[in-house]
């Protein structure tokens, strides 16, 4: 059989009830695979990863999507972007004298000769759709590469736009905000954003000018430097797309916009605030393909055994599982790996979160709106109405959602949600604190998971080295004279000279015993929590960041950042 026979015969295996289907598809684009592949995708026969998934198995090759990794710099300098259009084919990385390269047509010796000869290395091809290629191609020349003449554009247009007054009020940019010029910039701004990983971009005004910062890999860093009339424009631009008040700057606004480049769709949480020279907007970047990936518990980077007891507890019918740390650390990302773990045709699952940042097919999603008063203990209160298994609460906020979602999990409800504290142990005393009674707080925690992102150490550019003896003392305490190596970024194209490339959980998970609800009933100390946890076996943060330290997923400095010394608890006054 050729290739299309055999992806025809994975597909027919695959989707059965769709055959005919199918074969009424593969008879109008004979010759054509890819053709036949999109038409596919229009018929919602499978998603689309399954598809090229099935495709690149016929090639014999494998399939990456170029979107959902980080393409590395100096990969359009190697392969120029007009080469790179013709042959539709984009650099992935490079490991020695090996390329890997994501083509639309993997198997066409000639390119593949061509691109080999180009680089002057040997070529490991890959399938990728070349539809996601060439957004891949878009979002390079329309990042870094394209702010600068973009600035220089907007900037040129300034003054035939306003004339010769002041610049003060969004009411003089008015004319700009749909410019080419600015709209460009915008782009270039949020797919450097994309390119860099970043989660938040940070437009803030200053006394002489104003800068772009976002937050990669949890690290705010710099990425430019506007004129302060420019920065304005940028953010009543941003108050166009969201529909806000362009006329009202003494007061915050918050909204929402989504943008589309190729394949991707993106959305933008928006966030306005007057500071003391100007406006600053905040945009965070929500339901990313990048973050989409990250929806499944086995990729999280749990430990085996916090792994297991996460599914042993979430496969319970009734209770609360518990996720807790600081903003930012990826609660809603591990909620919604276990929403994907769980979820079955069988399951009435219902979330209600501010905002939704992930959109999942077959789940019922409920976005809070304080404005109108549709807070979480509302929709809360009113999904219980609904027949529900599972209720996924974004966060716990007040003791009126504390109650609901604490007598809901009494009534024969899995509840998942996530708190604000600095570590598991705290999470179970903060629901009592707050007003909710030990005789609902303890039959119902099933587990509580504290957690952390630390960066991770780029691949590329990973080496190793010995620690000192005093290293070796506050981290390791009893090891000195015993030979360890740990590991570290010396900095490259790939991860920006930073040494780090995407993050990384550390975790620790305390399963609630019966002992512990006893303690929890006494309303006895963190303490006396502390001594019942490490009874059964609970390991705390700063112990998985070493181990994953020592495994080289990460760097010392890193762990030191994020996690506390293990120290003894001080009781809590009851």
Not at 251 to 276: C, K, M, W
Request: net charge negative.
């Amino acid at each position: 059989m050729n290739n299309v026979e055999v992806f025809l015969a994975s597909l027919r295996q695959a989707a059965p009830e769709q055959a005919q289907m199918i074969d009424a598809q593969a008879d109008m684009c004979k010759g054509e695979p890819l053709q036949l592949l999109d038409k596919l995708m229009e018929q919602l026969v499978l998603d689309k990863a399954r598809l090229c998934q099935l495709w690149a198995d016929s090639l014999g090759v494998a399939y990456v999507s170029p979107t959902t990794v980080a393409i590395p710099t100096d990969g359009f300098e190697q392969l120029p972007v007009d080469i790179a259009r013709r042959v539709v084919a984009v650099v992935l990385s490079a490991l020695g004298d090996s390329v890997t390269v994501a083509m639309a047509d993997p198997l066409n010796t000639r390119q593949v000769e061509s691109i080999g000869k180009i680089l002057g290395k040997n070529i490991s091809p890959v399938f990728a759709h070349p539809d996601e290629i060439r957004t891949v191609i878009d979002m390079y020349l329309g990042a870094e590469g394209n702010i600068a003449a973009n600035l220089q554009s907007v900037c040129a247009q300034l003054p035939s736009m306003v004339g010769a007054r002041e610049i003060k009020s969004a009411a003089d940019v008015t004319d700009l905000v749909e410019s080419r010029a600015i709209i460009e910039l915008l782009n270039s701004i949020i797919l450097t954003a994309y390119r860099r990983r970043a989660s938040d971009i940070h437009l803030e005004a200053r006394a002489e000018d104003s800068r772009v910062r976002m937050r990669i890999d949890g690290d705010m860093e710099t990425v430019m430097e506007l004129p302060r009339a420019v920065q304005l424009t940028l953010v009543v631009r941003i108050k166009v797309l969201c529909h806000l008040d362009v006329t009202q700057s003494r007061l915050p606004q918050d909204g929402a916009f989504e943008l589309h480049f190729g394949v991707l769709n993106t959305s933008f949480r928006v966030s306005t605030l007057p500071s003391l020279y100007g406006e600053k907007a905040v945009l965070r970047v929500l339901g990313s393909p990048l973050n989409q990936s990250l929806l499944n518990l086995d990729t999280l980077g749990f430990p085996r055994s916090t792994l297991e007891a996460v599914k042993r507890v979430i496969a319970q019918p009734s209770g609360i599982l518990i996720v807790c740390g600081p903003t930012g650390c990826g609660k809603t990302t591990t909620l919604y790996g276990c929403i994907n773990y769980i979820n079955r045709p069988d399951l009435n699952i219902t979330t209600i979160e501010d905002p939704v940042e992930y959109r999942l097919p077959d789940i019922t999603q409920h976005q809070v709106n304080a404005g109108i008063g549709l807070t979480f203990a509302k929709v809360l209160r009113s999904i219980l109405r609904q027949d529900p298994d599972v209720i996924l609460v974004g966060e716990i906020r007040d003791l009126e959602t504390a109650l609901i979602a604490t007598e809901a999990a009494l009534t024969g409800h899995l509840v998942l949600t996530s708190l604000h504290t600095n570590n598991a142990l705290q999470a179970v005393t903060r629901l009592v604190e707050i007003g909710v009674d030990p005789y609902l707080v303890a039959p119902t925690t099933m587990g509580v998971l504290s957690q952390r992102l630390v960066r991770r150490i780029c691949q590329s550019c990973k080496e190793q080295y010995q620690p000192t003896d005093s290293e070796l003392a506050a981290y390791f305490s009893g090891w000195q004279g015993v030979p360890v190596t740990l590991y570290r970024g010396r900095g490259c194209p790939k991860c920006f000279g930073t040494g780090y490339s995407g993050r990384v959980g550390i975790y620790e998970f305390i399963e609630v015993s019966e002992h512990m609800r006893e303690l929890i009933m006494q309303r006895q100390s963190v303490a006396l929590l502390h001594a019942e946890a490490e009874r059964v076996g609970h390991r705390s943060l700063r112990y998985d960041g070493l181990k994953k330290a020592l495994a080289g997923w990460t760097s010392l400095e890193e762990v030191e950042r994020n996690t506390l010394p293990d120290v003894g608890y001080e009781p809590v006054a009851t």
